[in-house]
């Protein structure tokens, strides 16, 4: 391709809006542009880049014995009332109706879909097990689109699924396809940490993530350094402090004046924030009001409260209103007196004596609180975050909490969804059995944003070879001035083309600095330049983007190269 035929222009600043170096990379360098918040275009070289690791992925998906197919990207709702994940879901997913007045949907992902195939479909146990997979079009309305592609409304999707007859099956399947993620990563050059991970709208019984380390990623994830335990903080389990052995004592009013906070009150009272119990409160999505009471030295884990509680529709932040309504007054508050409202209460908090916890009277607290005897809650289980310093629940060495970004997700699903849709298979006894399933995605876009996140400098972007748009980029300098220049280079770039090797060729009349700075900005793995210079000294300038190293050879030498490599 011939950068004067190129689709694309390169930015000398940065987008205003962009926080991470992907971000700024791939606008500046005329791999996508924006359409709208969170809704991307991939301009040709992005393209080149999305079929590369495209096709990578879909290398390991037919190792393991996946079948590629395509599903649509609107469904009826009827599936997604079926499964039961309509109602629950918010509003990322996105209702509407067709001309008839029926319900429909744009597709989230695809569990629902791929079940009434099965229910049509596989008949007896000799279909089993199976894999299917496409790469097709998502959208969730995502309400804080950021990052570029790393956190967008509109993406492309590897979802796989797998077909199993039994819970046995169903493990073969699950570690096949986590194999398949390894390899997957490293092909992209991509160091990705497994975590165990919330199944979230997906449901099942076990999910794994596939994360990227990066201090501007948003999961949170806790991690033993002796790789004894590794899991996202939406479900990170911690060895917990052992409470003090005491008697209850009575409970005793204190006046707390400017004291609505933990850090105020412990201060005030001179205690330490482990001695008191914190309420914090939400309103699910189906109007439910939630009380969570945690030590105060600890924060509240929304993940796990939501689904201590199985709430529909997520969590918000319960407004002052609607705390009060339940008899509690916002900054002195705990469940003593409450009504109107499902109290959850952290297992550590359960087996602490004497707390201090809100009196629901402005400017004052209770001593002396005792779980059980002072109020009874409705669920005792853990709600807390892992904290950093906590001990791992396997080892006992201190935890470390790391920032991450999501590339690859694994669940097993079970019979949830086979279940709700009817989808059986005849077994051999004789007797029908449900389908057993798992789903599997990695999202393309966010694996490209990765990647330039993991492979770049100040200069630009340092595509690995297997996923660069281009073997190499081709630029000519000064070749207005000198044809033997522009001779070599076109001479060059035909022999390759012809070869069927990819290169892009700079044949544009820019300056030298103009070239040279797109080339890095660019980012293909290597840089040949021919110029007066160079070819005077032999040949082209070879530059390796990765280190930087330069060399003048023979032009034959570099065609022969390039050509060996096959692309």
Excluded at 124 to 134: C, D, E, M
Excluded at 135 to 148: L, Y
Excluded at 296 to 323: C, M, Q, W, Y
Excluded at 417 to 423: H, I, M, Q, V
């Amino acid at each position: 391709m011939r950068v004067s035929k190129l689709f694309f222009t390169s930015l000398r600043d940065n987008p205003a809006d962009a926080e991470m170096a992907s971000h700024r990379l791939l606008v500046r360098a005329g791999y996508v542009r924006q359409l709208g918040a969170g809704i991307y275009s991939l301009l040709p070289l992005g393209f080149r880049v999305s079929q590369r690791i495209e096709q990578v992925i879909r290398e390991e998906m037919d190792a393991i014995g996946g079948q590629e197919m395509e599903m649509p990207v609107v469904h009826p709702a009827e599936l997604w009332k079926e499964s039961g994940r309509y109602a629950k879901i918010g509003p990322e997913m996105v209702r509407f109706k067709d001309r008839g007045g029926r319900d429909m949907v744009l597709a989230m992902t695809h569990e629902e879909v791929v079940t009434d195939l099965l229910r049509d479909i596989v008949k007896s146990y000799r279909q089993l097990p199976a894999i299917v997979y496409h790469f097709q079009t998502k959208f969730r309305d995502e309400p804080r689109a950021r990052g570029g592609l790393i956190r967008v409304r509109e993406f492309v999707m590897k979802d796989s699924y797998t077909l199993d007859p039994d819970e046995a099956a169903l493990d073969v399947s699950y570690q096949a396809h986590y194999g398949a993620y390894e390899r997957i990563f490293q092909r992209l050059d991509l160091e990705a940490v497994v975590v165990g991970a919330d199944v979230g709208i997906m449901g099942g019984s076990l999910a794994h993530e596939f994360m990227v380390l990066n201090d501007s990623g948003e999961d949170t994830l806790v991690i033993c350094e002796t790789g004894d335990y590794a899991a996202n903080q939406q479900i990170a389990m911690v060895r917990k402090p052992e409470p003090p052995v005491e008697e209850p004592r009575p409970t005793e009013e204190v006046a707390t004046p400017d004291a609505p906070t933990i850090a105020a009150l412990a201060q005030l009272l001179g205690v330490g924030e482990d001695r008191t119990a914190k309420a914090t409160f939400f309103t699910t999505g189906d109007g439910r009001l939630l009380t969570a009471i945690v030590r105060g030295d600890f924060e509240v884990n929304e993940t796990k409260l939501s689904n201590a509680v199985k709430a529909i529709g997520g969590l918000r932040p319960a407004h002052a209103e609607e705390i009060a309504a339940a008899g509690m007054v916002p900054g002195y508050a705990s469940p003593i007196g409450a009504r109107g409202s499902t109290v959850v209460v952290d297992d550590l908090v359960a087996s602490s004596p004497n707390l201090v916890a809100g009196a629901n009277k402005h400017g004052y607290h209770l001593l002396n609180v005792n779980v059980g005897r002072d109020f009874t809650p409705d669920l005792v289980v853990d709600i807390t975050n892992a904290r950093a310093g906590d001990p791992c629940p396997n080892c006992g060495a201190p935890l470390v909490l790391r920032q991450g970004i999501e590339v690859g997700n694994i669940f097993k699903l079970g019979t949830d969804f086979t279940e709700k849709l009817g989808a059986t298979y005849l077994a051999e006894d004789g007797s029908r059995r449900l389908i057993v399933m798992g789903s599997y995605g990695i999202g393309l876009g966010r694996a490209l944003a990765c990647i330039v996140e993991a492979h770049h400098d100040d200069k630009g972007i340092i595509w690995p070879a297997t996923v660069a748009p281009y073997a190499a980029q081709l630029v000519t300098l000064s070749a207005s001035r000198d044809p033997a220049v522009g001779e070599a280079a076109e001479g060059l770039y035909q022999r390759l083309t012809d070869a069927g090797v990819e290169v892009l060729y700079d044949d544009r009349d820019e300056s030298p600095g103009v070239k040279l700075t797109d080339a890095e900005l660019l980012g293909m793995p290597r840089i040949i330049t021919i110029s007066p210079r160079s070819l005077a000294a032999g040949g082209a300038e070879v530059t390796d983007r990765a280190s930087g190293e330069r060399s003048v050879r023979p032009i034959a030498e570099v065609e022969a190269e390039l050509a060996s490599a096959g692309r």
